[in-house]
């Protein structure tokens, strides 16, 4: 089992930045990769990033690439997404999580509550 909480959402401007946390534990070596999710109401939840727990890997969605940056420190457990030159199409609930490498949202098992972010104009 492994339990994932995000931090780090708030309230910013476009054009500001803003670095999400997710604090893993539990059987985290039971998963291959962290990463996160979004979902603005009324639209499909979609894949932003991900990153092996060894690091080696990373993947963006095309909205993100250049803007976000994840990366992971094992010592502490904790997958970050720093989020630069925000936009208001970025506001949406964003979710952790942990699981395969993979970009499709059944694929994963472990999910945490999501925190919010929202991007005003």
């Known amino acids: 089992q492994v339990q994932l909480v995000e931090s780090g959402g708030g309230l910013v401007q476009a054009g500001d930045s803003l670095r999400l946390s997710c604090a893993a534990s539990?059987?985290?070596?039971?998963?291959?990769?962290v990463g996160w999710f979004r979902q603005a109401p009324g639209k499909e939840r979609e894949f932003v990033s991900n990153i092996t727990w060894s690091g080696r890997t990373t993947y963006y969605a095309d909205s993100v690439k250049g803007r976000f940056a994840i990366s992971r420190d094992n010592a502490k457990n904790t997958v970050y997404l720093q989020m630069n030159s925000l936009k208001p199409e970025d506001t949406a609930i964003y979710y952790c999580?942990?699981?395969?490498?993979?970009?499709?949202?059944?694929?994963?098992?472990?999910w945490g509550p999501g925190t919010q972010v929202t991007v005003s104009s």
């Open positions: 539990g059987r985290t070596f039971s998963t291959y990769a």
């Open positions: 999580v942990a699981g395969p490498r993979s970009t499709v949202v059944a694929a994963y098992n472990y």
